[in-house]
């Protein structure tokens, strides 16, 4: 069992920047590929970022991209997803997932199904 906890959401200006982390416990996530998920009020779970266990891949949404980098420190257990240039439709609660299965397609690591573990969420508001 992989137990996820997210930090670092708040309240920023557009513009402004966050760093979102995801600390794991449990089990070690070496083994896991990791996302980053969000969830507006009223909208469905959308995919926002995806790295593989080495570090060595990644998958980005395109309303994202260039914007915001997700890494990962194994040894300390703990994904990041610092986001920069944050504008008000950024405004939702983010959650980090973990897939134990082999590393996939963006398309198939897009989806919030393949995921095994979920955290329960930051939230992350943006201002005009």
């Known amino acids: 069992q992989v137990k996820l906890v997210e930090s670092g959401g708040g309240l920023v200006q557009a513009g402004g920047s966050l760093r979102l982390s995801c600390a794991a416990s449990g089990r070690t996530l070496r083994f896991y590929n990791m996302g980053w998920f969000r969830q507006a009020p009223g909208k469905e779970r959308e995919f926002v970022a995806a790295i593989s266990w080495s570090g060595d891949s990644t998958y980005y949404v395109d309303s994202v991209k260039g914007r915001f980098t997700i890494s990962r420190d194994n040894a300390k257990n703990t994904i990041y997803l610092q986001m920069n240039s944050l504008k008000p439709e950024d405004t939702a609660v983010y959650y980090c997932?973990?897939?134990?299965?082999?590393?996939?397609?963006?398309?198939?690591?897009?989806?919030?199904?393949?995921?095994?573990?979920w955290g329960q969420g930051t939230q992350v508001t943006v201002s005009s």
């Open positions: 997932s973990a897939h134990l299965k082999r590393w996939d397609t963006g398309l198939v690591m897009s989806k919030p199904s393949v995921y095994d573990y």
